[in-house]
């Protein structure tokens, strides 16, 4: 196995076992949803474990291990301000519409959510605090529109009206801002592109 390959694979396994707290993470169901051999999954996990980043509870399962306690220090003393502006906006862009709001910020070639805010009105299957999905470069915004769409037929939602605005500065796409209402209301879109002016603003490094 090529050593680029490899880690993209022990990515999928950890971003996996991250995405699944709410589900068992049995090394055949990581297998299922990264789309690997269950023993290739059983070796990058124990290659994982081995360096503290996964770890097997009593009953089988996997979670993510203490190593990344202090990376996730690191990560907030680098990157808090952006988390900090990024949570706030949400919580605003949710209260002041009264419509589900997430956050989202970008993780390679992946958008991770960090933030939401939900209303009595949300759908079922909005996404978690920490899950990821992949998206392309040139279509990420509809990419995470379509993902929650699909996650809301699956879950047998009805179909909320979604907005996804980018966030950008430095002449790249570094988050997103997603809202979702049952209410179709054309002024939720002009209020999310302001909040996402507003982040990007704050969050460029010229004014952190």
Same mark, same amino acid.
């Given at each position: 196995?090529?050593?680029?390959?490899?880690?993209?694979?022990?990515?999928?396994?950890?971003?996996?076992?991250?995405?699944?707290?709410?589900?068992?993470?049995?090394?055949?169901?990581?297998?299922?949803?990264?789309?690997?051999?269950?023993?290739?999954?059983?070796?990058?996990?124990?290659?994982?474990?081995? *360096?503290?980043?996964?770890?097997?509870?009593?009953?089988?399962?996997?979670?993510?291990?203490?190593?990344?306690?202090?990376?996730?220090?690191? *990560? @907030?003393? *680098?990157?808090?301000?952006?988390?900090?502006?990024?949570?706030?906006?949400?919580? @605003?862009?949710?209260?002041?519409?009264?419509?589900?709001?997430?956050?989202?910020?970008?993780?390679?070639? !992946?958008?991770?959510?960090?933030?939401?805010?939900?209303?009595?009105?949300?759908? !079922?299957?909005?996404?978690?605090?920490?899950?990821?999905?992949?998206?392309?470069? *040139?279509?990420?915004?509809?990419?995470?529109?379509?993902?929650?769409?699909?996650?809301?037929?699956?879950? !047998?939602?009805?179909?909320?009206?979604?907005?996804?605005?980018?966030?950008?500065?430095?002449?790249?796409?570094?988050?997103?801002?997603?809202?979702?209402?049952?209410?179709?209301?054309?002024?939720?879109?002009?209020?999310?592109?302001?909040?996402?002016?507003?982040?990007?603003?704050?969050?460029?490094?010229? !004014?952190?």
């Amino acid at each position: 196995m090529q050593g680029a390959q490899l880690i993209q694979r022990a990515a999928a396994v950890i971003r996996a076992v991250a995405d699944d707290s709410e589900q068992p993470t049995s090394i055949a169901h990581l297998a299922r949803v990264t789309d690997l051999s269950e023993p290739t999954t059983s070796r990058i996990l124990s290659a994982l474990a081995d *360096e503290g980043f996964v770890t097997r509870t009593p009953n089988g399962h996997w979670r993510l291990g203490p190593v990344w306690y202090p990376l996730a220090l690191a *990560e @907030e003393r *680098e990157h808090g301000a952006f988390w900090g502006i990024l949570r706030h906006t949400t919580d @605003e862009l949710s209260l002041s519409n009264n419509a589900t709001a997430l956050g989202w910020a970008r993780a390679g070639r !992946h958008a991770m959510c960090a933030a939401r805010r939900l209303t009595l009105t949300s759908p !079922h299957a909005v996404p978690r605090i920490g899950e990821s999905l992949p998206v392309n470069p *040139e279509s990420s915004s509809s990419d995470i529109t379509s993902h929650m769409l699909s996650q809301a037929i699956a879950r !047998h939602d009805s179909l909320p009206h979604i907005h996804t605005v980018p966030l950008t500065w430095g002449g790249q796409t570094n988050g997103w801002l997603s809202v979702a209402t049952y209410l179709p209301d054309d002024a939720l879109l002009h209020s999310a592109q302001e909040a996402a002016d507003h982040i990007s603003h704050l969050a460029n490094p010229v !004014h952190l």
